[in-house]
């Protein structure tokens, strides 16, 4: 196990701020760490680094304390946060060559320009951070997380500030990370984010975990289905008959609505429907998934 948390508790200043939390993480896995603003996210990554002493419960990085073992667990870390440290009068590789050095590495100037490469920032030879855009600036952060390799990604907020076509690189990069074994812990606000890259989620609510687990098993302990909207190329057929798993809500022509039960696979669906002669143009997920088992886990609680 590369991260568990368990009941974790901490106050800051007398003031309870996390109450029970639990969180794990293996190797290869994305995990997807949510909940409203002041709910303890950024509280648990900092208790996770060892920034911050629980007052209960445990945290293990790589088997070790990280507030009484800091030196088995920091070197293997790679950390984004939400606020960046930035230079403004370095060039992206001294920056990249800086933080090398305080893991104790160095590293050869064609190689810290590939890292910049590879995070899909290629600013001209010289310029400087204080140039950079809040994109470029959110590409270096990466580039500076991965400077030593880590078995373990914290990233908060990664994409924040990027384009579409950036945030897909990063997409790409992080799937790839892990196909290779890396832990992330991903922490953000965009579901979309999260759709497409963890393979599980922990929602928190009030500094207390209120649910963990795969996105299709948690909307199936819930009873939840999703929903998306379906353009046709003509109206179906009265008598077509509906598969296992899926109800048509509502009729728009050219669009229907349809729902698909909880463990349902929406590919494997939409394969079975293709199959049967469907006259499908286009699809979109309308609600339910993960926004609607967020928003009814979080209902009430502060934004």
């Known amino acids: 196990m590369i991260l568990a948390i368990n009941d974790l508790k901490l106050s800051i200043a007398g003031t309870p701020v996390l109450r029970d939390v639990r969180l794990s993480l293996d190797a290869g896995e994305v995990y997807g ?3 409203p603003n002041g709910a303890g996210k950024s509280t648990t990554i900092a208790a996770a680094l060892g920034l911050l002493p ?9 088997g070790h304390d990280p507030r009484r ?4 667990v920091r070197a293997r870390i790679g950390v984004l946060p939400e606020r960046n440290g930035f230079y403004d009068w370095m060039d992206g590789p001294a920056y990249l060559g800086f933080f090398a050095a305080l893991y104790g590495r160095e590293i050869a100037a064609p190689a810290l320009e590939a890292m910049l490469v590879r995070v899909g920032l290629a600013p001209r030879p010289g310029q400087r951070i204080g ?14 997380a991965l400077v030593a390799e880590p078995k373990l990604l ?6 924040n500030g990027l384009d579409p076509r950036g945030r897909r690189d990063v997409h790409d990069l992080l799937a790839g990370l892990a196909r290779d074994g890396t832990a992330v812990l991903l922490c953000t606000h965009l579901l979309d984010d999260v759709e497409r890259l ?15 687990g795969s996105i299709a098993d948690l909307a199936a302990g819930t009873g939840r289905h999703d929903r998306f909207a379906m353009r046709l190329h003509r109206p179906l ?9 899926l109800s048509i809500v509502a009729r728009d022509d050219p669009w229907i609505t349809v729902d698909l039960a909880p463990r349902t696979d929406p590919a494997e669906m939409w394969r079975t429907l293709l199959f049967a002669g469907w006259p499908i143009l286009e699809i979109h997920r309308d609600a339910g998934g993960l926004e609607a088992l967020y928003l009814a886990l979080t209902e009430g609680a502060a934004s």
């Open 33 to 35: 760490l949510l909940g």
């Open 54 to 62: 629980a007052d209960g419960g445990t945290v293990a990085v790589f």
């Open 69 to 72: 073992e800091p030196d088995a």
């Open 131 to 144: 140039t950079y855009s809040r994109g470029m600036r959110q590409r270096l952060g990466i580039a500076r």
């Open 154 to 159: 914290v990233l908060d907020e990664p994409t």
């Open 198 to 212: 963890c393979d599980r989620v922990g929602i928190l609510v009030g500094g207390r975990s209120v649910a963990e």
């Open 237 to 245: 057929a009265p008598e077509t008959l509906l598969p296992a798993g």
